[in-house]
């Protein structure tokens, strides 16, 4: 790929969609207050699913997923189902309760609900951790869409889009560009579908709802070509399949940048319904994403490759690569190049100015420099914005993973930490400061046990495989919980009264 | 529970309150149905590929796809969009019942306090 050229026309509408995000930022900065002024109505819970959606595209959605549908076939489900499920825990669990505790990150509401300092610490220190590994993904995804499109190798291409990311965000700050999340939700949308409209139509498929269209592909690789995907579960089990499942549903309950969106939703009944909107406008992007996998195999096979080895080092781009061996229009496929940029690219902004952000207000003032000010931590903020984004640069010059792979590694971890200190400080007033730290301590040493001890112990890494730990880990996180609460000291009246009171409306008797 | 001098400790497990005990008989009605689903589709995939030794399963289509990708592809994630709305309609009309409730025990209030001499 490093001596392919300069891809021209997609890099101008690369550059056009950008411009656009820019553009619309800026408007919505100013009709911001009237969005709030309507909170309740139908178009304000349908743009807060939007806004709820877009937070959530990334490169593991738009690359990802068809890269490994591509590459393991009906492994990939697992992702499918994780991602949507999880927003069931969210919704019926979390959603409307994080709302009323009017806090506005998640180190932020630990530090309240268990009135520790140390609790706050170590969720930031977390916080931080998630952001780096769900960066790496990430990068990989632009690297591998800027290879592409300037023609250079893959570490160039992470210096050139790590510098792209932190330009981007340094004019955005600059300019004052609020992130139009709705009007991105529907530029993702378009620029993921209609590509693939484009390649069922030509292949004379159902091309309306290319979703269910794409199944012939499957019929046809079996019938012409002989191409028999494997059986769901001949090279996975049952029990690694579903504990992957649930790692996905208990991290994305417990990511703090999807919890972020949850503090400041305009009432309560409109963040329950933007969580069911978000999950249809995700569920949109998911019914999608293995068609493109399938049809790289079918693209495959036509080119008389029906049994080769798939690469994993490539499969990530398969979403591309379809497109292109598909012969569609080169706009269709700047399009499809964008969507996966601009996805990737505000995933890791967000998630980098999360990261910072936890050093600046959580760790810096308590660890560092307790008589810092504001403009101190702002300045902290912007530098460890930096900082961070070295770091991730560094992390990811040799690929460690698929994309899918390496952020649910990143969801482990989330499910095995945030996600029990939420669930068991909304729903069980007795869980004290002790008992969540001492359990999202064993909720990080189980994330990574897999590689630490699973060379001397090989037990470890079935229980606790390392991009699926937190099925058994979280529930084991939550027993630790309660054990080292039951052990020590209850938690004030008054944080036990608020719980009552403020969260679950319950009245005095 | 143990709670120094408040008998308003949260208890998914227990709880204290009529309405809270109503929400959480509705989390937990909408759990089942996700965990079933979930757990219960992947059981039935991996049954029919261990007994189904005559085909393989993406030879059985349903809405022209294999079952097992239409299964957890299609079906699961409109299962879940569709739990989502059963529980967003239930709690709103659980918040409109403690709404009114509201309203009814101040009006009772006020109209005792107006026969009070």
Redesign the interface.
């Known amino acids: 790929m490093s001596s392919s050229p300069v891809q021209l026309i997609p890099l101008m509408i690369v550059a056009a969609m950008f411009a656009l995000f820019v553009l619309g930022g800026m408007g919505s900065k100013m009709r911001q207050a009237s969005d709030y002024g309507f909170a309740g109505n139908y178009s304000g819970r349908l743009g807060s699913g939007a806004a709820i959606a877009s937070n959530w595209m990334s490169a593991a959605s738009i690359l990802g997923l068809a890269g490994l549908f591509y590459l393991k076939g009906y492994y990939a489900m697992a992702f499918v189902i994780g991602w949507t499920g999880g927003y069931i825990l969210l919704l019926v669990l979390l959603a409307t309760q994080i709302r009323r505790f009017g806090k506005f990150t998640a180190p932020d509401f630990v530090g309240f609900r268990y009135e520790s300092g140390t609790a706050r610490t170590l969720a930031a220190l977390i916080s931080i951790m998630i952001s780096i590994i769900y960066c790496i993904a990430q990068v990989r995804g632009v690297a591998l869409l800027v290879s592409w499109l300037f023609g250079i190798g893959y570490q160039a291409a992470v210096v050139t889009g790590g510098a792209l990311v932190v330009t981007f965000v340094v004019i955005s700050g600059t300019l004052g560009v609020v992130r139009n999340q709705r009007l991105q939700y529907f530029v993702l949308i378009v620029a993921f579908v209609l590509p693939l409209m484009f390649l069922t139509k030509k292949l004379g498929y159902f091309w309306v709802l290319p979703q269910f269209g794409y199944g012939q592909a499957i019929i046809d690789l079996q019938t012409q070509f002989g191409f028999y995907w494997s059986e769901p579960f001949a090279t996975v089990s049952l029990y690694h399949w579903l504990a992957l499942c649930f790692t996905l549903m208990f991290g994305t309950a417990g990511l703090p940048h999807v919890l972020s969106r949850f503090y400041m939703a305009p009432s309560i009944r409109d963040a329950r319904w933007g969580v069911v909107w978000g999950l249809f406008f995700i569920s949109l992007i998911y019914w999608s994403a293995p068609a493109y996998g399938v049809l790289a195999r079918l693209y495959d096979a036509k080119a008389g490759l029906a049994y080769k080895t798939p690469d994993p080092a490539t499969a990530d781009l398969v979403t591309l690569t379809a497109a292109l061996q598909g012969g569609i229009p080169v706009w269709v496929v700047g399009l499809l190049v964008a969507g996966g940029l601009a996805a990737a690219f505000y995933a890791i902004s967000g998630l980098l100015q999360n990261g910072a952000a936890a050093f600046a207000y959580d760790i810096y003032p308590r660890l560092m420099r307790p008589s810092a000010t504001d403009s101190d931590k702002l300045t902290m903020a912007k530098g460890f914005f930096l900082v961070l984004a070295a770091a991730v640069l560094a992390l990811s010059l040799k690929p460690v993973g698929m994309i899918a792979e390496t952020a649910a590694v990143a969801f482990a971890l989330a499910g095995n930490t945030i996600f029990p200190a939420f669930l068991m400080g909304i729903w069980w007033s007795r869980t004290n400061a002790a008992g969540v730290v001492a359990g999202m301590l064993v909720g990080v040493a189980i994330s990574f046990s897999a590689p630490l001890l699973g060379g001397a112990l090989p037990v470890v890494t079935t229980l606790f495989p390392l991009t699926s730990s937190a099925f058994l880990g979280a529930p084991l996180v939550v027993v630790v919980m309660i054990v080292v609460s039951l052990l020590t000291r209850p938690p004030s009246d008054e944080i036990v009264g608020f719980l009552a009171r403020n969260v679950h409306d319950v009245k005095d008797r | 529970?143990?709670?120094?001098?408040?008998?308003?400790?949260?208890?998914?497990f227990r709880p204290?309150?009529g309405?809270?005990r109503g929400e959480v008989q509705?989390?937990v009605m909408?759990?089942a149905a996700?965990l079933v689903a979930?757990?219960g589709s992947?059981?039935a995939?991996?049954y029919m590929?261990t007994t189904l030794i005559e085909y393989?399963?993406?030879?059985i289509?349903f809405?022209?796809?294999?079952i097992?990708?239409?299964l957890?592809?299609?079906f699961?994630?409109?299962w879940?969009?569709l739990?989502?709305?059963a529980?967003?309609l239930w709690?709103?009309r659980h918040?409109s019942r403690?709404f009114e409730g509201t309203i009814r025990y101040r009006a009772i209030g006020r109209s005792k306090k107006e026969q009070q001499p």
Not at chain 2, 1 to 10: E, S, Y
Not at chain 2, 56 to 59: C, K, N, T
Not at chain 2, 63 to 66: I, Q, R, W
């Open positions: 529970m143990d709670h120094k001098g408040t008998d308003q400790g949260i208890n998914i204290q309150s309405l809270l509705v989390i909408i759990m996700w979930v757990v992947q059981v995939i991996w590929e393989w399963l993406s030879e289509i809405f022209n796809l294999p097992h990708f239409w957890s592809g299609q699961l994630p409109l879940f969009i739990l989502g709305v529980f967003n709690m709103d918040e403690k």
